[in-house]
T-cell receptor, first 114, second 115 residues
Framework: NAGVTQTPKFRILKIGQSMTLQCTQD?????MYWYRQDPGMGLKLIYY???????DKGEVPNGYNVSRSTTEDFPLRLELAAPSQTSVYFC?????????????FGPGTRLTVL | AQKVTQAQTEISVVEKEDVTLDCVYE???????LFWYKQPPSGELVFLIR??????QNEISGRYSWNFQKSTSSFNFTITASQVVDSAVYFC????????????FGKGTMLLVSP
């Protein structure tokens, strides 16, 4: 049981390039999330999804896009990379959206934009 | 709006010392959930514990213990007899109970345990 997996682990982008961060979970969870973690800060929500075909913005969605075509996959797209998007990105999932449901996190993707 | 404050940015202790990590939260909800996560140097986020607002029983799990006090809006985490492997960043987080809700994280406390 792999849980939540993310690829790649590290990536360096040039300003203006685009890329997709991959996230897959094998727990049949309905809810999936993308967070970013900046140095010395907690995590901030970028986008979330309550099920296949349904996504919504979080606290810091600008510069990102998501899609959810299957229950398992929730890719995060950066269209025009900017230095402000240098961060560590975490994907997470929960079975339900209920408050008591624990979020399980992937190992993270460290992105640097130069 | 919800808020989680971890006032201690960094704590350094020597192995075998006890250490308490503070967490203070703000919420207008009467029912909510509190979490602690550990982020070791390898970078992953590891779930440690969840407490519900209607259950104020303190909990002990091995060397870890949690003190939840609704009256002071605090959910503190104590490590007894700390070990080098406890070195990590620890995050406290809050989540509403009603409907869909996401986690609100504190900024984290970096714990450094020296041999």
């Amino acid at each position: 049981n792999a849980g939540v997996t993310q690829t790649p682990k590290f990536r360096i982008l040039k300003i203006g390039q685009s890329m997709t961060l991959q996230c897959t979970q094998d727990m049949n969870h309905n809810y999936m999330y993308w967070y970013r973690q900046d140095p010395g800060m907690g995590l901030k929500l970028i986008y979330y999804s309550v099920g296949a075909g349904i996504t919504d913005k979080g606290e810091v969605p600008n510069g990102y896009n998501v899609s959810r075509s299957t229950t398992e996959d929730f890719p995060l797209r950066l269209e025009l990379a900017a230095p402000s998007q240098t961060s560590v990105y975490f994907c997470a999932s929960t079975l339900t959206g209920g408050g008591s449901d624990t979020q399980y996190f992937g190992p993270g993707t460290r992105l640097t934009v130069l | 709006a919800q808020k989680v404050t971890q006032a201690q940015t960094e704590i350094s202790v020597v192995e075998k010392e006890d250490v308490t990590l503070d967490c203070v939260y703000e919420t207008r909800d009467t029912t909510y959930h509190l979490f602690w996560y550990k982020q070791p140097p390898s970078g992953e986020l590891v779930f440690l514990i969840r407490r519900n607002s209607f259950d104020e029983q303190n909990e002990i799990s091995g060397r870890y213990s949690w003190n939840f006090q609704k009256s002071t809006s605090s959910f503190n985490f104590t490590i007894t007899a700390s070990q080098v492997v406890d070195s990590a960043v620890y995050f406290c987080a809050l989540r509403k109970d009603s409907g869909y809700s996401t986690l609100t994280f504190g900024k984290g406390t970096m714990l450094l345990v020296s041999p």
